[in-house]
């Protein structure tokens, strides 16, 4: 079955940088691309960007340019969201989605990691 | 990007069905047929119940149901039951690989 197991909760200070991780299985990993959501406490999804697994390439929502990188292992079918100048307001939940290209929807989520940003 | 626009809150008694909407642009939800709709419970990550506007996931229950006019998209849930209550959110594709998120709606069952 498909999984989505990302890395674990995270405390960071107002302008570092962190680094989460989405290790995928049972699927071809190049086969779908990777998307990222941010969901504040309280607060609903917002769409941060996506990646193709096969050529690296990336696209980023306005709001997290310049902030955010994504990038992907093949050789271990893991994905990477790495955020950087962390404000508190950064303080989030930070899902990998697997999204299906045809239909442009994403079918599987990891199950979150929570990123708290805390002088 | 900008988010589509969900009403924060919808309602209905066990058995009834509810009607959920969400606004977008020409620039999303009207030029696409890439709507997808999504539930999540408290704590746990989203889960897909509608994509493509209509088309249901296999184990999505038949009481679930996604149509779209010009701008505007809709998810109608029928016969309630308590396990619907939930948050639920709309997307659409964007263009240029984009997604948007609507901003949710909390459903409750009475």
């Known amino acids: 079955q498909v999984q989505l197991v990302q890395s674990g909760a995270e405390v960071k200070k107002p302008g570092a940088s962190v680094k989460v991780s989405c290790k995928t299985s049972g699927y071809t990993f190049s086969n779908y691309d990777m998307n990222w959501v941010r969901q504040a406490t309280g607060q609903g999804l917002e769409w941060m960007g996506w990646?193709?697994?096969?050529?690296?390439?990336?696209g980023y929502a306005q709001k997290f340019q310049g902030r955010v990188t994504m990038t992907r292992d093949s050789s271990i079918d893991t994905a990477y969201m790495e955020l950087s100048s962390l404000k508190s307001d950064d303080t989030a939940v930070f899902y990998c989605?697997?999204?299906?290209?045809?239909?442009?929807?994403?079918?599987?989520w990891g199950q979150g990691t929570l990123v708290t940003v805390s002088s | 990007q900008s988010a589509l626009t969900q009403p924060p809150s919808a309602s209905g008694s066990p058995g009834q069905s509810v009607t959920i909407s969400c606004t977008g642009t020409s620039s999303d939800v009207g030029n696409y047929n890439y709507v997808s709709w999504y539930q999540q419970h408290p704590g746990k990550a989203p889960k897909l119940m509608i994509y493509?506007?209509?088309k249901r996931p296999s184990g999505v229950p038949d009481r679930f149901s996604g149509s779209k006019s010009g701008n505007t998209a809709s998810l109608t849930v029928s016969g309630l039951q308590a396990e619907d209550e939930a948050d639920y959110y709309c997307?659409?594709?964007?263009?240029?690989?984009?997604?948007?998120f609507g901003g949710g709606t909390k459903l409750t069952v009475l």
């Open positions: 493509e506007v209509n």
């Open positions: 990646m193709n697994p096969t050529s690296g390439h990336t």
């Open positions: 989605a697997r999204r299906v290209r045809d239909g442009d929807y994403i079918d599987h």
């Open positions: 997307s659409s594709y964007a263009g240029r690989n984009n997604l948007a």
